[in-house]
């Protein structure tokens, strides 16, 4: 019989992210690990600690640390800034992160090299080089290998454009061919041995800065099938979500994938079936709970629309629980 007892789980670079953890602290102990006193998110966790800088020497053992001091059954990155540190602790014994393996986490970190990897896996990815490389046609886009926040992206109609973007953008770039089709992203959560448990796919319908703050869950049975193939065929453990256009010539093509929830986390926290939303089975994982797949069981037609909140903190950063509206939420129904 799996293990039912208390479990934490510790969330990393949490950040603004209160949606997320707060739905993991239905379920569990949550430690909330941000090194900036004002994050927000952290506020919503049983427990808050500031760590070290993702690239100091003390981040994984102070992680470590915490992991034993509140009995931690996995580690759970909410930004793409320390998968790889986590997936090198993880490989070494150091820490039950739900990441992928290094090189996995490494490559999908960026986009060229994510390109590289998904079509030597022959999975659809669009036509990309790197500058001073033959491109196919135009336009493109020219975007940072390492971007993110759909930061500094560029559309370029002619090789001039192309040579004056990369020049602009003053970090490593490539160059891609520009989708033309809706943007899509499908949500998806794998167990510890890189099986899919489910991918719930979703429209874009408004998004700001690389975020989608509106959409709809939609029930697309391609879409659930390349979710499912992607993160099979990288081994991802934990959440990841697969960006992609449905391009009118060429079809659906893999534009990111970034191993992590995703900004539109409420989707699939919406779309979930009693019981099966992503925070209650990484929770049962973290248990030692083996969890059946469930590819494509999931309410589509859900839609959500994202919105700002705000926490006021005393000379102590501790929260009042005071707010401009009382009480918070929407008005009782007449």
């Not at 800034?81 to 996995?104: F, W």
């Not at 290998?145 to 490539?174: C, Q």
Request: one cysteine or more; hydrophobic letters at 40%; aromatic letters at 6%.
């Amino acid at each position: 019989m799996a293990p039912s007892g208390p479990v934490a789980v510790l969330l990393t670079g949490v950040g603004k992210r209160y949606d997320i953890v707060a739905a993991f602290a239905q379920h569990a102990t949550v430690v909330a690990a941000d090194p900036n006193p004002l994050a927000p998110a952290q506020y919503a966790a049983h427990h808050r600690y500031a760590v070290p800088r993702i690239d100091d020497p003390a981040y994984v053992p102070a992680l470590a640390e915490l992991c034993e001091r509140y009995g931690v059954g996995a580690v759970v990155p909410l930004t793409d800034l320390d998968i790889e540190v986590l997936a090198v602790a993880r490989a070494a014994g150091k820490l039950p992160a739900l990441v992928p393996d290094p090189e996995i986490a490494r490559a999908t970190f960026d986009k060229y090299e994510a390109h590289l990897l998904l079509t030597g896996l022959g999975l659809p990815s669009p036509a990309t080089v790197l500058p001073g490389e033959q491109v196919e046609g135009y336009p493109v886009m020219v975007k940072p290998r390492r971007g993110s926040g759909a930061r500094s992206i560029h559309r370029a109609d002619d090789a001039r454009a192309a040579e004056f973007f990369v020049d602009y953008v003053h970090e490593p770039t490539m160059i891609q061919r520009m989708m033309d089709g809706p943007e899509l992203s499908i949500d998806c959560l794998s167990d510890l041995e890189g099986r899919c448990l489910n991918a719930i796919p979703r429209t874009m319908i408004e998004s700001r800065g690389g975020e989608s703050i509106k959409g709809t869950v939609v029930n697309d049975a391609e879409l659930v099938a390349l979710g499912r193939r992607v993160v099979q065929a990288l081994g991802v453990r934990g959440a990841c979500t697969v960006q992609v256009f449905r391009d009118r010539e060429v079809g659906l093509r893999i534009t990111d994938v970034n191993a992590r929830f995703g900004g539109a986390f409420p989707a699939p926290m919406y779309a979930a079936l009693p019981g099966r939303t992503y925070p209650e089975l990484i929770v049962r994982m973290a248990r030692g709970e083996r969890v059946e797949p469930h590819v494509g069981d999931f309410r589509a037609g859900i839609s959500f629309s994202r919105y700002f909140w705000q926490l006021e903190l005393d000379e102590q950063m501790r929260p009042t629980g005071r707010d401009i509206i009382q009480p918070p939420g929407p008005p009782p129904p007449r």
